[in-house]
């Protein structure tokens, strides 16, 4: 069994299968019918894309790519706790999804140089798919943050709780100190954090949006940073910090929001276990 | 005595000019560009297919189909149909019998070989109407019926169409 491949691969299909899970949950639900259609096709996409990596995971494994994505309990998961979080109003669901394929396409140029075959394969391939997908979620993010107070207003208070918890997309993840050795990863988790920061950071301000924005962000990555990847282990009731929940994904820590959306995305696949439809 | 003669590997590229894909049923998996090589041993055929979108359920079907063309030519044995990535399949593989094809169905051929073109408002703006031939078109969405596909209006004759998106 290679962990450090494993961690690797299941960090990056579980944030697409989650967050294209959710993406979907607009099919049928979107303020106009060219969004219905956008977010279905983009969730379609994320969802493919989980698929390639989870086939990846597979033929390591020598086992079934359906049984990785859907055959899991929930604790097995590894992707970021954003990526589970309901899409609440539109404003949020722009701001993540902003967020989020800002934070893809970083760690997907790093990873277009793996030193793993089929990883810098995928990678390449979904990089020029997920173009289309940053270029969807920039004309929003612009056509809102310069657009009328409500909506600008909304966009920043989902952006000012959103980012903090992207920030743990670039989580340290298990055996990644394995994984930069042997090049599977070719750059550090820490750097990707950085260079996603500032340029997240440099796009908010570009739009004229207020700091606020980026400051719990930064405290958010000071947080990350110290913590090393030993995360969060269990709340004693007391208040998290800022967004305090949202760190440990990639060790397995789940926040609420998982459990309802797990039995759904699940259950066609419980019912029948490895039935071919 | 019969024997068997182990078929050339034109007769696997003949085979397989006759698997389309079945959501652009008038353009071959050959012409899209898909298949990356064919290898004949004498008792393997080995083809490997380029998925186009890596989210296209589609995939699944064409390489069923290409297994079924394959072994259906005379003298064919074992045959393995793999998918592969590498490299990654782009739209400028698509030849140009394929692109002349998927204006004839009724899709605009990619222009360009995508994100370099790609404009600020998300799509080139140089979509072809394959109705009229018009270049007075607008991007309407990025995203359409299916991964692959993006929606424009053109202006000359009226009619929304749609793109094979550029990637």
Sequence with gaps: MDDALRALLLAAADDELVIGHRHSEWTGHAPHIEEDVAFSSIAQDEIGHAAALYGLVAEMEGSDPDAIALGRKPEDYRHAILCERPNRDWGYTLARHWLYDTAEDVRLEALSESSHDGLRAVATKLRREERYHLLHADMWIERVARGPVDGRTRLIDSLTHAFPEAIALFEPLESEHEALERGLLPVPSDELRKRYVERAARALDELGLPTEVGAGADAAAEFIASSSGDLIESDDGADPEPAGRAFGGRSGNRSEDFQPLWEEMTATYRENPGASW | ?167
């Excluded at chain 2, 140089?126 to 424009?152: K, L, Q």
């Design chain 2, 1 to 167: 005595m019969v024997t068997r003669v182990a078929p050339d590997e034109a007769q696997v590229w003949e085979a397989l000019r006759g698997v389309m894909d079945p959501e652009i049923p008038a353009v071959s998996v050959v012409d899209m560009g898909m298949i990356r090589d064919v290898r004949v041993d004498p008792d393997r055929i080995a083809v490997t297919v380029l998925p186009t979108f890596s989210g296209c359920p589609a995939v699944a079907e064409i390489q069923d189909d290409v297994r079924r063309a394959v072994e259906a030519v005379p003298g064919a044995r074992e045959v393995e149909v793999r998918l592969s990535f590498d490299p990654p399949w782009t739209t400028d593989r698509i030849t140009e019998e394929g692109r002349r094809r998927l204006k004839e169905f009724g899709l605009a051929p990619p222009t360009g070989t995508g994100p370099v073109l790609v404009t600020s408002i998300g799509l080139p703006a140089a979509a072809r109407c394959p109705f009229c031939d018009s270049a007075d078109t607008v991007a309407e969405s990025p995203f359409g019926p299916t991964p692959c596909r993006a929606v424009y209006y053109c202006k000359s004759c009226r009619n929304p169409f749609e793109q094979f998106k550029p990637v």
